[in-house]
């Protein structure tokens, strides 16, 4: 007993990883897109913009565009910094969480980090990880929720912010690094998409979680959230400015992130507790350059759950969408990456909300072997 205790003991003590935030600086400027739209602010406004937003024949975002304008400016990047407990890894894992969430998804606190991408990356894998708050989120710079905090903006800082850590000039991250991977989930896998397109010879390998390139599926994950004005989610009211929207219940919160017999009914009640909002600025510019043809040249995996709601409509092998061309929606990305090397999965039972599911360590294993085999 004694002798098992201690030799738990020593193993957990070998596998704890060296985690600590950073608070980061950064001068960024892009061009963003002008909106003639109010910041929605009533229930009847918020509900009408989503409502506006999938309806068929009607491009929402065309409608309020009056033009372009360069965005500059000063902001704080709140992060998270992670290495095994004996050094530095040799590639950094830079990881760009989506809508709901914070940097936290990637080391999710509920049930003793359980289901923490970031402890299997860095205990058992040995890469350091680098997780962010996305611009205008959690504890990173907010801004004007229409005209500022846009999908451009916050590229233009995951490009700032990756230049940085090459350079090794990011204050507290003490290493530098061989190779560099980039890793998203849902709007940080679009993020991440226009990165390595921009970039097209930065990442060795990318990763695109809970993402596919159908926009046919969206309506159930914009309506079936039942969207509240920021100003009426008591968790979230103080911490962001009026225009903001968030999804506050457990049925909203199923609907977009969980999928059926999948999941811990304490994790969905963990994630509705604990979500962020989002801004309309990026819903109205989520699909910007999703579909372009991808410049990136090193290995690429999308991995999306089998029952995604918003990518897959629920069912990623039903490829109706598609006209059958591709084996499944998630294969349907490969024509875009014609000088990477393309790999993709579905994962069984999976949902939109891929690390919270029972499904996440399947996923977490076909994303380490991916790279693995690809570093
Ligand atoms: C909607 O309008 C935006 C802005 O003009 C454009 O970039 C986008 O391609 C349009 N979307 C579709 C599906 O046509
Ligand atoms: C792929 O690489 C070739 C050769 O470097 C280049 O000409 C082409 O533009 C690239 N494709 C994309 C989509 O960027
Ligand atoms: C998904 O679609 C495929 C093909 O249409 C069908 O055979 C399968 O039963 C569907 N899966 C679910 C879970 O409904």
Redesign the pocket.
Known sequence: MLASAALLALATAVAARKCHDLTIPISISSRNAVFSLPAPVTEAQVTQFFIDFVRPGYNMTDNYLKGYNTISGHYTIAATYCQPDNGPGSTLQILTHGAAFDRSYWDYPFNNHEYSYVARAVDEHGYSTFSWDRLGIGRSTKGDPVNEIQQFLEVAALTELSALLRSGSVKGVDAKFDKFVHVGHSFGSAMTYNFINQNPDFSDAAVLTGYSQVPNYIVGFALGGNFKPIKEISSLARSYPAGYVGVDTTIGMNIQFFAPGDFDPKMLSYATAHGQPAAPGEILTIGAGSANTNAFSGKILVITG??DLPFCG??C????AIQGAYPDLIAASKPFFPNATFNSVVVPNGGHGLNLGYSAKSAYDSIFEFLESSL
């Open positions: 089998d029952r629920g069912n092998t039903d490829t109706t």
